[in-house]
C-alpha cells in the first residue's frame, strides 16, 4: 500500500507552476511585470473595485432607493372567519391547529384573525389578535374568541412638571441698606466737616483790547 501512495502523481497538465514576476529581464516578466509603464492598470488597485464603471456613476448608485428592511419585524399570518368554516363544531382552534391545517406557514410568529366571511356554527378561537368584527362573527356564532396578546395601548405623551414658584422675601426696613451718599441727590457732594466752603469770587471781567498808538 505505502509502494502504491509513493507513485501518485496528478495527471499531466492538471497543475502548473505560479509564474514569477519582477525576477529579472530575462525572464520577460521583469522590471514591470507585464503591467507596462504608468496607468491605471499598472496600479496595484486599478481595477479591483467592485462595480466600477470607470468613473462615472455606477449601476448601484444610479438606481433609485425605495423603502427599508427591518430585521425586527414580525411576520404576521392573517386568517379570516371564513377560513375557520373547515374545523368540526365546538373545536378549540389555537396556533397548533390552525399550523396542522395548512392556514399557517412555519415562517410566521403572529397570527391574527380578520372579520372576512362567515361562520355558521361555534368554534372557541384562541390566537394573537382577533379584530373586533371577527369577535362580534364568532360570538354570534355561539363560540368565544381570546386574544393572547393584549391590543397596543398608546401611552399618553409626558407632561413637564410644573416648576416651584420662588417667593421674594419681605423687605426690611432695618436691614434695609443705605443708598451711596445719603438721601442727597446725585451729582451733589457731602459738605465736608468743618465748616462750609466759601463761595468763588466771580471771574473779572477782561479788559478792552487798547487801540494802535498815536504816532506810530
Given at each position: 500500500m505505502a509502494s502504491i501512495l509513493s507513485r501518485l502523481h496528478p495527471a499531466p497538465g492538471s497543475t502548473a507552476v505560479k509564474t514569477r514576476v519582477g525576477r529579472g529581464r530575462g525572464s520577460g516578466l521583469g522590471k514591470t511585470s507585464g503591467r507596462g509603464q504608468k496607468g491605471q492598470k499598472s496600479r496595484t488597485s486599478g481595477l479591483d473595485k467592485r462595480g466600477f464603471e470607470g468613473g462615472q456613476m455606477p449601476l448601484q448608485r444610479r438606481l433609485p432607493k425605495r423603502g427599508f428592511f427591518n430585521p425586527f419585524a414580525r411576520k404576521v399570518a392573517i386568517v379570516s372567519v371564513g377560513q375557520l368554516e373547515r374545523f368540526p363544531k365546538g373545536t378549540k382552534v389555537d396556533v397548533a391547529a390552525l399550523r396542522a391545517a395548512g392556514l399557517v406557514r412555519r415562517g410566521a410568529d403572529f397570527i391574527k384573525v380578520l372579520g372576512g366571511g362567515e361562520i355558521p356554527h361555534a368554534l372557541h378561537v384562541e390566537v394573537h389578535a382577533v379584530t373586533p368584527s371577527a369577535k362580534a362573527k364568532i360570538e354570534k356564532a355561539g363560540g368565544t374568541a381570546v386574544s393572547l396578546v393584549p391590543p397596543h395601548v398608546r401611552k399618553p405623551p409626558p407632561q413637564p412638571k410644573p416648576r416651584p414658584v420662588e417667593v421674594a422675601p419681605a423687605p426690611d426696613a432695618?436691614?434695609?441698606?443705605?443708598?451711596?451718599?445719603?438721601?442727597?441727590?446725585?451729582?451733589?457732594?457731602?459738605?465736608?466737616?468743618?465748616?462750609?466752603?466759601?463761595?468763588?469770587?466771580?471771574?473779572?471781567?477782561?479788559?478792552?483790547?487798547?487801540?494802535?498808538?498815536?504816532?506810530?
Open positions: 432695618k436691614a434695609a441698606p443705605k443708598a451711596k451718599g445719603g438721601d442727597k441727590p446725585k451729582g451733589e457732594k457731602p459738605a465736608k466737616e468743618g465748616g462750609e466752603k466759601a463761595p468763588k469770587p466771580p471771574p473779572a471781567a477782561k479788559k478792552p483790547a487798547e487801540g494802535p498808538k498815536e504816532g506810530a
